[in-house]
């Protein structure tokens, strides 16, 4: 039975039932085969995105912009550079500004406080196109990529290799919401926050996911059905980055790594990718590596969300 989602907010993974996991995986599907088969869905006609962008982004930005457009709808790009938040204006004026003119609110900035304040005041649903803490549109991309080439999540085994950051936090927490198994395998202090491990293995006991931590990448790798990787150095983390790249190298996904585990092992990158740091080149473009189709799933993922919620 559907759920019913008008009016909700997405800021992490953690706060959406497993019931609307499902939905909005479902609906993704449903969405993009009617982008195959060209049949029209335009539910959103007359009804206006912002997105608000502290960050730089070339995935984001687009296909939330050309999910809006595709629905019937109109997205507004707004760079915090030129909006008053720039000149002092509190995140809380600028929501109940904002929510007088749109319809939802979707935002990319460094600190998710941020975006906690921006949707608690506003009428308007918030989507979080990421932050420091969380990244949920693209774990929901990537639960979706994945059940799409596999044919199901429960059960499945991910290893994520590298820094224990944003996107480490939304595919434990999706994998927690669905089933899938989700290693963590990075160095000692660049582990993921141990609370948001606590809240997603309080979250996987009703599907029956393990979240786990290693530090032994040929180890981990040798159940994976998936091998995912993301940049050793975040936006906003550039002046760590020498440190990064010494303590993170061992994780490098590589023809090594791939090969202590199984043949059916796919890579996946939320991308931008630093070729030649997190993963080779000859991995980013293996047979096995599936990136550009988890970036492609983005556009009817977040179509999915903002036909759902909005
Ligand atoms: N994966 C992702 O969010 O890409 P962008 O930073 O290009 O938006
Ligand atoms: N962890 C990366 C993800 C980019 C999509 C970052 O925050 O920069």
């Not at 994780?251 to 092992?265: D, H, I, P, S, T």
Request: include cysteine.
């Amino acid at each position: 039975m559907a759920v019913q989602m008008k009016g909700k907010d997405v800021l992490s993974i953690h706060e959406l039932s497993r019931e609307e996991v499902r939905q909005i995986l479902e609906t993704a599907k449903i969405l993009k085969l009617k982008n195959l088969t060209g049949e029209p869905f335009q539910p959103l006609k007359g009804k206006t995105l912002g997105m608000i962008f502290q960050k730089s982004s070339t995935r984001t930005r687009i296909s939330f912009e050309v999910a809006m457009w595709q629905l019937g709808g109109y997205a507004l790009f707004l760079n915090t550079a030129d909006l008053q938040l720039n000149r002092g204006e509190t995140i809380a004026d600028t929501a109940r500004v904002l929510s007088r003119y749109l319809d939802a609110i979707m935002i990319r900035t460094y600190a998710h406080q941020e975006v906690l304040d921006l949707a608690a005041n506003s009428t308007v649903p918030v989507i979080n196109g990421l932050t420091d803490r969380f990244h949920p549109c693209q774990a929901l991309t990537d639960l979706f990529t994945i059940a799409e080439k596999k044919e199901t999540l429960a059960g499945l085994n991910l290893v994520y290799l590298g820094d224990g950051n944003n996107m480490a936090h939304s595919l434990i927490f999706g994998g927690a919401k669905v089933g899938l198994n989700v290693t963590v395998c990075c160095p000692p202090g660049y582990q993921p926050d141990s609370e948001i491990v606590s809240q997603a293995q309080a979250d996987a006991l009703p599907t029956g996911a393990q979240i786990a931590i290693s530090h032994d990448p040929a180890e981990a790798v040798r159940q994976a059905d998936i091998i995912y990787t993301d940049v050793w150095t975040s936006m906003g983390r550039e002046k760590e980055h020498a440190e990064r790249v010494k303590m993170l190298s061992p994780y490098q996904v590589n023809r090594a790594l791939l090969e202590n585990a199984g043949e059916k092992a796919l890579v996946m990158h939320c991308l931008p990718a630093h070729r030649g740091e997190e993963i080779t080149d000859e991995v980013m473009d293996d047979p096995r590596s599936i990136v550009f189709d988890q970036a492609e799933n983005r556009l009817h993922v977040q179509k999915a969300i903002l036909s759902l919620v909005i």
